[in-house]
């Protein structure tokens, strides 16, 4: 049996399961990966909205971070939902000085509406994109962001995700300074159970990397992965349910 690769996820807590850190250690889990978290933030929610968030100190942020590298390692990081100005910064000062593969999900609202950063967060974005190997924007993110120039100033790759576009097809496309480098496109599965995916794809993502796959490899198995979960969502709850994490097999 070869070790897993050891995948740190740096984001928020969500209490109904289906994103955050929650959905990170099921996608992590189920890839064959060995999960570990930093906790930035616990949200009290449940399909249909973010009901209390409560972010942790960044002195606790940084010391969860340094229990992970210093003792078992760290092969990949995804960051998710960074709960305050202070925390990403004290995640940036760490991730600096790790040369691991970065996955960065510029998270700004929840699936329900609710907002998980605010302005002064999302001010430091910039710093996270810079050391990110892929950052991760959906539409309304991407425009937040100021479009995908200004994106590649920071990051050296963009995966922009098409799934708030209106249409049948809907086209993730990965782009970098040379460009567009490859594009999928993918019939929207129509589904209200779609909580958790952007968290499920970049912990995805950054679990492929941490197994050595190329960024273009390990987008299409995280893609596949977040499709299949929302194929076997289990339709729990009122709003937006969560995806079949448990259900996926491919290994
Ligand atoms: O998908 C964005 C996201 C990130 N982090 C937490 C969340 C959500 C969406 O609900 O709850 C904790």
């Not at 995640?91 to 998980?116: H, I, Q, Y």
């Amino acid at each position: 049996m070869t070790a897993p690769p050891r995948i740190l996820s740096i984001a928020g807590s969500d209490s109904s399961g289906g994103a955050g850190i929650q959905a990170d250690i099921k996608t992590i889990t189920m890839l064959g990966g060995y999960a570990m978290t930093a906790i930035t933030a616990v949200t009290a929610q449940d399909t249909t909205g973010v009901h209390a968030v409560e972010a942790l100190s960044p002195d606790m942020v940084a010391a969860q971070i340094d229990a992970c590298t210093g003792d078992i390692g760290v092969d990949a990081v995804k960051i998710g939902m960074l709960g305050s100005a202070e925390i990403a910064q004290v995640v940036a000062e760490k991730l600096e000085r790790l040369d691991v593969s970065v996955v960065f999900d510029p998270v700004m609202v929840a699936t329900s509406g609710a907002p998980l950063a605010d302005e002064t967060t999302i001010a430091t974005f910039a710093r996270l994109m810079k050391l990110a190997t892929l950052t991760t924007p959906n539409i309304p993110e991407l425009a937040a962001l100021g479009g995908v120039d200004a994106v590649l100033d920071h990051s050296p790759a963009v995966l922009i995700k098409g799934g708030h576009e209106d249409g049948d097809m809907l086209v993730d496309r990965l782009v970098t300074r040379d460009g567009e480098v490859a594009h999928w496109e993918g019939r929207r599965i129509d589904t209200r159970h779609n909580h958790g995916t952007g968290c499920t794809l970049s912990s995805a993502i950054a679990t492929c990397l941490g197994m050595g796959l190329t960024l273009e490899e390990a987008i299409s198995r995280g893609r596949e992965f977040v499709r299949a979960a929302l194929e076997a969502a289990p339709g729990f709850g009122n709003g937006h349910g969560p995806m079949g994490h448990q259900a996926v097999r491919f290994r």
